[in-house]
């Protein structure tokens, strides 16, 4: 860009600044949250409820434990039988999420089945939109990949429910196969990788699939697929408030289709402040590992969490990635749920001493916020996904992407219930603060 045009975005960039006291004048709410840091409501649902806290008699926040609820159930219900079950714990929960309950044998086996049918990519598709015209970024191909997906579709812009769910289960079905060959092109063309094509498998499920496709080998364990199946339940819808979720019903809201609406929902989960956080916190902890070492001493630790708040350390952002989050407070059920099986299936691996690391800075992290900030702190489920990833043998370019094969349902779910229930367009309102002239009469 021209210096001069440079200078010209500075200097208007200056004068055109909003004073923080004018949002406070006219009651606008940033980024739409409530001045104690709580969402503001933007529609009804009845798919799933995230709990962080709750409201005494006078209307105050009163911080609680976290809470999940997929259609009304308990998100530790539903993981007690998924890890006790066959290795397709996520395709019950996407029917759960779907249909509003739990399936039955045979409605599991026809949810199944009619999954399998869909799971191979069109003909061509692989070598014409992926393989010949590769992407350095994995989340910008899914995004071409949907769009593409939509120009071999004869009811593109068929936006009825019903032929939503039918898009919707297709386009859930290929997220495995598009999600890694998308990756598998970017690390042969960019990363000099050899160039492995696994075919997906009609006798596999969602969790089975993706390690078969990336493995080059195409092996696996049972307890590993276990802990992806149980990685994908977690992030299978978490409310319509999310960022990805909220931006899908406002595109849909319009009436466009499916296709353009989860496209923007994958270009919102990419932003490292949503789904990207999985990739930056595993940045964020090798630079604090590289620095304090595994035996490192509570003080170094604390050292160390102090650079991350302080803009000294790591990004200089002041975050602390994998803490935090928009409604949970004292604890994020996923993030519990999760490290719990992944300590299971570190224990007597090289990975052992990483999760006990992982353990203290986030134990010291949640102590110090409280004595020294005064706040209530959280690990989140990104805190520990991506060193989970990374035990699976998982590539750090597929963290996040495998994070739209997962929500893909909770999307799909509230843009149905969207059209079924509101199916008015999102068009909320912004104040003008700026200067007017007279009109020439």
């Not at 898009?167 to 060959?181: F, T, W």
């Not at 960022?243 to 849909?252: E, P, Q």
């Not at 229930?421 to 309102?429: F, L, M, S, T």
Request: charged share 25%; aromatic share 10%; proline share 3%.
């Amino acid at each position: 860009m021209d210096s001069r045009l440079q200078k010209s975005f500075q200097d208007a960039a200056v004068r055109n600044l909003i004073p923080d006291e004018l949002y406070h004048k006219y009651q606008v709410k940033k980024g739409l949250r409530n001045e104690d840091g709580t969402g503001v409501l933007i529609g009804l649902t009845r798919i799933a409820d995230v709990v962080g806290y709750e409201r005494d008699a006078s209307g105050r926040k009163i911080n609680c434990a976290g809470e999940l609820y997929y259609r009304g159930i308990p998100i530790e219900n539903l993981i007690d039988t998924v890890i006790t079950d066959e290795v397709r714990g996520y395709e019950k929960i996407c029917y759960l999420i779907l249909f509003g309950k739990l399936p039955s044998r045979s409605e599991r086996k026809v949810f199944e089945t009619e999954l399998a049918s869909r799971y191979e990519l069109p003909e061509g598709f692989l070598a014409n939109n992926i393989l010949r015209s590769p992407s350095r970024n994995v989340m910008n191909m899914i995004q071409r990949c949907l769009l593409m997906l939509y120009q071999l579709d004869p009811k593109g812009d068929n936006c009825s429910p019903v032929n939503t769910l039918d898009q919707g289960l297709s386009i859930l079905a290929k997220m495995p196969a598009m999600v890694v060959y998308a990756y598998e092109a970017k690390a042969h063309f960019f990363d000099n990788a050899s160039l492995i094509i696994h075919h997906v498998r009609p006798d596999y499920g969602i969790a089975e699939n993706i390690l078969n496709l990336i493995r080059p080998d195409g092996r696996f364990t049972r307890e590993e697929a276990k802990l992806l199946d149980l990685v994908l339940c977690l992030h299978a819808d978490h409310g319509s408030g999310n960022n990805s979720t909220f931006s899908n019903m406002v595109v849909a809201s319009t009436g466009t289709d499916l296709y353009s609406a989860f496209s923007a929902s994958v270009g919102s989960l990419k932003g490292p402040k949503h789904g990207g956080a999985n990739i930056t916190c595993c940045h964020m902890m090798k630079e604090v590992i590289a620095q304090c070492g595994y035996d490192a001493s509570d003080r170094k630790i604390k050292n160390a969490i102090h650079k991350l708040k302080n803009r000294e350390m790591f990004d200089q952002s002041g975050l602390i990635y994998g803490f935090g989050h928009a409604v949970y407070t004292l604890s994020d059920p996923r993030c519990e749920l999760l490290k719990a099986q992944a300590l299971k299936l570190a224990a007597g691996t090289e990975y052992e001493k990483k999760f006990a690391f992982y353990r203290r800075f986030e134990d010291l992290t949640i102590e110090m916020f409280r004595k020294e900030y005064g706040r209530d702190i959280c690990a989140n489920i990104d805190f520990y996904s991506g060193l989970v990833y990374e035990l699976l043998g998982i590539p750090e370019d597929l963290y996040t992407p495998l994070f739209v094969a997962s929500r893909s349902v909770g999307w799909l779910s509230h843009n149905i219930e969207d059209k079924l229930c509101c199916n008015r367009i999102v068009r909320p309102a912004g104040l003008y603060v700026g200067k007017k002239e007279k009109r020439i009469k």
